[in-house]
């Protein structure tokens, strides 16, 4: 890497830079004592899903413990949380709802 040449240090670009925000990870936790139910209507409610996806993504949760239930900016994400733990806490469920940087 001999210097001994005359370029001033620039870095030609090659590729074009899109530089895209970073993307949050939003999931529900499994617990034993939230209803089935409640949870199906979380998913509808904040989500958008329709009963059957809900309803699915549920038993995903129940089985598995936990599951990404969509992934969306900084700002839709910590939205979302809030809402959900809001509710939740608002019926004295214990769901828990949390974000994770994908
Ligand atoms: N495990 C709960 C029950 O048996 C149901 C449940 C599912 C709770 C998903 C939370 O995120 C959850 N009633």
Do not use: W
Not at 6 to 25: A, F, M, N, Q, S
Not at 48 to 74: D, I, N, P, R, W
């Amino acid at each position: 890497k001999g210097d001994d040449d005359d370029d001033v240090g620039l870095k030609l670009e090659t590729r074009p830079k899109t530089k895209r925000p970073p993307l949050y990870k939003v999931l529900i936790l499994n617990d034993d004592y939230t209803p089935m139910e409640f949870v199906v209507h979380v998913l509808e409610r904040f989500f958008g899903l329709s009963h059957a996806q809900a309803f699915e993504l549920m038993l995903t949760v129940h089985k598995k413990g936990l599951a990404v239930v969509g992934v969306f900016s900084f700002e839709i994400a910590e939205t979302k949380v809030a809402q959900v733990m809001d509710f939740a806490q608002r019926h004295q469920h214990p769901l828990q709802c949390t974000m994770e940087k994908e």
